[in-house]
C-alpha cells in the first residue's frame, strides 16, 4: 500500500518522464516533417533511377562502391578510366582494337597489348606508380584512335546555358538575378584569364588536390560580400555570377579528374581532350530537351551550406570526380552512341543538380 507521501513522490516522478519524453517526441515528429522536400529536381531524378530500375541501380552502387575503395594511387593514374575498363570484358575489347589500329609496327601492337592487359589483370590493387609512365604513353594514342573519325568544336560546360543558369536560379527570384546570370559566363571568354591560366583556374583534381578554381571561386566571393557591405548589389551579383562559375565547374567530372601527368603536373592538354569536349556537348545538346539537364538547375529548391566557398569548389569535386572513369570509357568507347547510355545521363543529372544546391548555398553565404 502506497501512504500519501510515496503517491506524492510517484506522481512527481511521473510528471518528470511525461516532460522529459514530451521533447523527444517532438524531436521525432519535427525530424519526419523536415524529409527531404520531393521538388521537382528529386522527381526528375527518382524518374530516371525508375527506368535504371532494380538491376541497373544496383550497378551504380556497386560502381561507387569501387570508387570509394580504389586506392590513391589508382585515383591518379594518368587515363585512369582506361585502367578502369577491366571491369568491363567488352571495353577491353574495343581498347584491343584501337591499338591493332595504331600506326606502329606489330611489336609495338603487341608491347602495348601486353602492357594493357597486365594493368588489368592488377586492377584495382596493384597497381603502383611505375605503371604511370606506360598510361601517359598510351592513354593519348587511345584516345586519338578513338576519336580520330569524330572531330569536335569545343564547348566549355555548355556556354550560354549551364553558367547562366546555375547563377541565375540560385538567386531565388533576386530582382538582380540577371545581373549574376549575364556575368556567369564571362570567365570562359579568352580575355578572362591570364595566360597559362586559361584552363587551371578552371579545374580542381579532387585526388591530387590541384587547379586554380577553389581559389578563384573564394576570391570573387570575398568581393562580391565586399559589394553588398556597401549596398551595391548589382556588382554583388556580378560576382556571385563569377563565383558561381568557378564553383560549378568543379561539378564536371572532366573539371574534377583525368588532367594530371605522372609526375602529378596539370597539363592543358589532358584537360582540353576531345573526350572533354564531347561529354560537354552532350550536356549542351541536352540542357533543355531530352534529359533536360537545365531542369535538375531550374527545379532545385534545396541548399548546401556554404561557410568557406574555397571549401565548397573542392567539396563539390569530391562528388563528382568518382564518375569521371564511367563517362571517360563510354565516351572514348562509343563516341556516337555514349549519348544514349541511361548511367551517363543518371551521373550528369546527380552532378547537375549537386552543383545547383552548392550555388543556392553560395548565394546565401554572400547575400
Known amino acids: ?28 515528429t519535427e525530424e519526419q516533417q523536415t524529409t527531404q522536400v520531393e521538388d521537382d529536381a528529386q522527381l526528375k531524378i527518382e524518374a530516371l533511377e525508375a527506368k535504371l530500375g532494380e538491376e541497373g541501380m544496383q550497378k551504380i552502387e556497386d560502381y561507387l562502391a569501387l570508387q570509394a575503395s580504389l586506392p590513391d594511387v589508382v585515383k591518379r593514374m594518368p587515363f585512369r578510366g582506361l585502367a578502369f575498363a577491366a571491369t568491363d570484358p567488352e ?47 598510351l592513354g593519348p594514342m587511345i584516345e586519338e584512335e578513338a576519336l580520330r573519325e569524330h572531330p569536335v568544336v569545343r564547348i566549355m560546360w555548355s556556354p550560354g546555358k549551364c553558367h547562366p543558369d546555375f547563377a541565375y536560379y540560385a538567386c531565388d527570384g533576386s530582382a538582380y538575378r540577371n545581373y549574376a546570370r549575364d556575368a556567369a559566363d564571362d570567365p570562359d571568354d579568352s580575355w578572362f584569364e591570364l595566360p597559362g591560366y586559361r584552363y587551371y583556374n578552371h579545374y580542381w583534381d579532387a585526388d591530387w588536390n590541384l587547379g586554380g578554381a577553389p581559389g578563384r ?29 568557378y564553383l560549378s565547374d568543379t561539378g564536371n567530372p572532366f573539371h574534377s579528374a583525368g588532367a594530371v601527368n605522372q609526375i602529378g603536373d596539370f597539363v592543358d592538354s589532358l584537360f582540353s581532350s576531345q573526350n572533354h569536349d564531347l561529354y560537354e556537348i552532350y550536356i549542351y545538346d541536352r540542357w533543355n530537351t531530352g534529359y533536360n539537364f537545365g531542369g535538375y538547375v531550374s527545379g532545385n529548391t534545396q541548399s548546401i551550406t556554404v561557410t568557406d566557398p574555397e571549401q565548397a569548389a573542392k567539396d563539390n569535386a569530391d562528388f ?23 548511367t551517363v545521363g543518371y551521373y550528369t543529372a546527380q552532378c547537375v543538380r549537386q552543383t545547383a544546391k552548392y550555388n543556392h548555398g553560395l548565394y546565401d553565404y554572400i547575400m
Open 1 to 28: 500500500m502506497i501512504n500519501s507521501k510515496d503517491g506524492t513522490l510517484v506522481l512527481c516522478i511521473a510528471m518528470a518522464l511525461c516532460l522529459c519524453l514530451i521533447p523527444s517526441a517532438m524531436a521525432s
Open 217 to 245: 571561386c573564394d576570391g570573387y566571393a570575398g568581393t562580391a560580400q565586399i559589394w553588398v557591405d556597401n549596398g551595391m548589389l548589382v556588382q554583388a551579383h556580378q560576382d556571385f555570377g563569377l563565383a558561381s562559375h
Open 320 to 342: 563528382s570526380a568518382p564518375y569521371f572513369d564511367y563517362i571517360w570509357n563510354k565516351v572514348n568507347d562509343n563516341p556516337q552512341t555514349f549519348v544514349s547510355d541511361a
Open 91 to 137: 571495353s577491353q575489347a574495343i581498347k584491343m582494337e584501337y591499338i591493332d589500329n595504331f600506326n606502329v609496327s606489330e611489336t609495338e601492337k603487341e608491347r602495348y597489348k601486353a602492357g594493357l592487359q597486365d594493368i588489368w589483370d592488377r586492377y584495382p590493387d596493384k597497381i603502383t606508380k611505375d605503371d604511370y609512365a606506360f598510361m601517359s604513353e
